[in-house]
């Protein structure tokens, strides 16, 4: 049994409390390789913006779960070394499907995991969320349960369609479960293809597709219901366009790509909407440097020239989600 303590992680209530007290959202971004983690930090440190590191379970299979837990103690140290006194750094598991799944990372030092029990029918969702919390609170790690689908693919995750939350479950919910905050779906999607073409209107102008607005009635009735509790939203990549044009440009085959856009997330930031998953974008800002490399210097084959740029190219996009779209700088 390893305490996240002992590591110098936090978990995510004091942290959540204030983004919700501050109209705040902090970044949960997912990490599965050295140059990503490197750049969230740096990103995070620089800023001074809490972080949220997030390890799915596909991540754990990718890069060992051993290895994965010492990187996240050892970027606590890295932070340091940066120069942030104090860092507010939370490991956590994201989108845990069973009670073992949880288990074992709370004992391995996470500092907070999620039990998706949302495909289940809500009574099981109910059981399983609560018998994870009962288990997790002895540790003083916090948990997060979700209601509600999401569509889209995310590492094992997929639903072909979305069910938004229903704000009469809420209160039920975390009261029975005891959960430390909630994902709720609202029209976020896992995934950079959020939208079909079909679900989208074209903006004459750009030529851009338009994916369809989140459903904020469906968030001011949740939290109505829950005055201040810390709300989570996943799948909430902006999928950037300049990266999938780098992409498109240099041989890649990304076409109809589609995010959350930006000024959406910034207004659910200043609700209780304290939890921002961001993942793809990552993802294709890594690619979209890479890809450059590889087309402008073929005869380039020292791994450190392309994942370095595609650290750099990262780290700008973390610093742009935390002072740009959530507003978590200076909070740590
Ligand atoms: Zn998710």
Known sequence: MINYKDLGLVNTREMFKKAVDGGYAIPAFNFNNMEQLQAIIM???????????QVSKGARQYANQTLLRYMAEGA????????????????????GDSFETCK???????????IDGSHLPYEENVALTKKVVEYAHQFDVTVEGELGVLAG???????????????????????????????????????????????????????????????????????????GFPIVLHGSSSVPQDEVDTINKYGGALKAAVGIPE????????????????????????????????????????????????????KKLYIHKIKEVLGSDNKA
């Open 43 to 53: 990103a995070a440190a620089e800023t001074k913006s809490p972080v949220i590191l």
């Open 153 to 227: 693919v995310e590492d094992e995750v997929s639903a072909e369609e979305s069910h938004y939350t229903k704000p009469e479950e809420v209160v039920d919910f975390v009261t029975k479960t005891g959960c430390d905050s909630l994902a709720i779906s609202i029209g976020t999607s896992h995934g950079a293809f959020k939208f079909t073409p079909e679900q989208c209107t074209l903006d004459p102008q750009s030529g851009r597709l338009v994916p369809p607005p989140l459903a904020f009635d469906v968030l001011a009735a949740i939290e109505e219901q829950l005055p």
């Open 104 to 114: 074992s990372c709370i004992d391995m030092g996470f500092s907070s995991v999620m």
């Open 263 to 314: 000024e959406q997330l910034r207004k659910a930031s200043q609700s209780a909407v304290c939890k921002i998953n961001i993942d793809s974008d990552s993802r294709l800002a890594m690619t979209a440097a890479v890809r450059e490399v590889f087309a402008n210097k073929p005869a380039e084959f020292d791994p450190r020239k392309y994942l370095g740029p595609a650290r750099d190219n990262m």
């Open 76 to 95: 606590v140290e890295y932070a340091k070394e940066l120069g942030w006194e104090k860092p507010q750094i939370v490991l956590h598991l994201d989108h």
